[in-house]
């Protein structure tokens, strides 16, 4: 009789191995997959999914539509030109993923792996009016690809883009938002040709007007700058006009954002932060 038993078997524990997630792809990888993905998945079908996946298509869908934005916002210039929006016939100005020049970034998480100059960490102002054409479009594309016979082109989803919103959307919110992109790099460049010069022109850095903090009023004949107060009563935020200036309607909006810019400089007003807000106060002349 044998007096050692031969050990109990023991199943051999598998390593647990968690399964591969399309969002953690590197970008390029990722942005050559999504790209066989019609406008409308792009813009409306990912977002619930992942925002990593989101953040990607947009991109890929902003730089499928720019070309139509363009051609629409060479209309919407054309149309200016020949009888008026109350904002004038000044020749188109746009550039909403920032690729002209040193954009103003407006914070927003991005993918790490992005490059710094890449459709995925573009942060403009304009940009988001963009991205209300995207979603505008989309919606419009989608509704006539519900039906093969209805469906024929892009210029055909846009005619069902309500009349109204396209005119708030060209003669509106992209020259507001465009003209903030262009006051906001124009007092960068300027706070940066300040320090560069040891702080003896202007104002010191940390009181300085901040692009992001300004607000911008287009109208026909006048453009006015506007920055965040509190109010007296219980330090509510509360907007007012520090700077304005007389407009042609033919001007184009780089000249009006230097010139609010320039005013925006000789401002008498001091820039406060407590680390969760920003106020400007006016300052003792």
């Known amino acids: 009789m044998l007096s050692d038993a031969p050990p109990a078997y023991q199943a051999t524990p598998q390593a647990t191995r968690t399964p591969p997630k399309l969002d953690a792809l590197p970008s390029h990888l990722l942005l050559r997959i999504l790209a066989h993905l019609a406008l409308p998945d792009l813009v409306l079908a990912l977002?619930?999914?992942?925002?990593?996946?989101?953040?990607?298509?947009?991109?890929?869908?902003?730089?499928q539509a720019l070309p139509l934005w363009h051609d629409e916002m060479r209309a919407a210039a054309a149309a200016r030109g020949g009888g008026g929006a109350p904002l004038g016939s000044g020749p188109p100005s746009t550039d909403p993923l920032g690729a002209a020049a040193a954009a103003p970034t407006y914070t927003a998480p991005t993918p790490t792996s992005a490059h710094p100059s890449s459709p995925l960490t573009a942060r403009?102002?304009?940009?988001?009016?963009?991205?209300?054409?995207?979603?505008?479009?989309?919606?419009?594309?989608?509704?006539?690809?519900a039906s093969a016979l209805l469906f024929t082109s892009e210029d055909d989803a846009l005619r069902l883009v309500p009349g109204e919103k396209r005119a708030d959307l060209w003669n509106l919110l992209q020259p507001r938002a465009r003209c903030e992109d262009l006051l906001a790099a124009s007092l960068a460049a300027a706070r940066a040709s300040s320090a560069a010069a040891g702080g003896a022109v202007g104002r010191d850095e940390a009181g300085a007007v901040r692009g992001e903090d300004v607000r911008v009023e287009l109208k026909a004949r006048e453009?006015?700058?506007l920055l965040p107060f509190r109010s007296a009563a219980g330090g509510r935020e509360t907007w007012k006009g520090v700077a304005?200036?007389?407009?042609?309607?033919?001007?184009?909006?780089?000249?009006?954002?230097?010139?609010?810019?320039?005013?925006?400089?000789?401002?008498?007003v001091q820039r406060w932060s407590d680390g969760l807000s920003r106020w400007y106060e006016a300052r003792a002349q």
């Open 47 to 63: 977002r619930p999914a992942s925002r990593t996946l989101y953040v990607h298509a947009m991109s890929l869908a902003r730089m």
């Open 124 to 145: 403009t102002r304009e940009l988001a009016v963009l991205d209300q054409f995207l979603v505008a479009l989309s919606s419009s594309l989608a509704r006539l690809g």
């Open 223 to 225: 453009a006015r700058a």
């Open 244 to 268: 304005s200036v007389a407009r042609d309607s033919r001007e184009p909006l780089e000249a009006v954002a230097e010139r609010l810019s320039y005013e925006l400089q000789r401002a008498a």
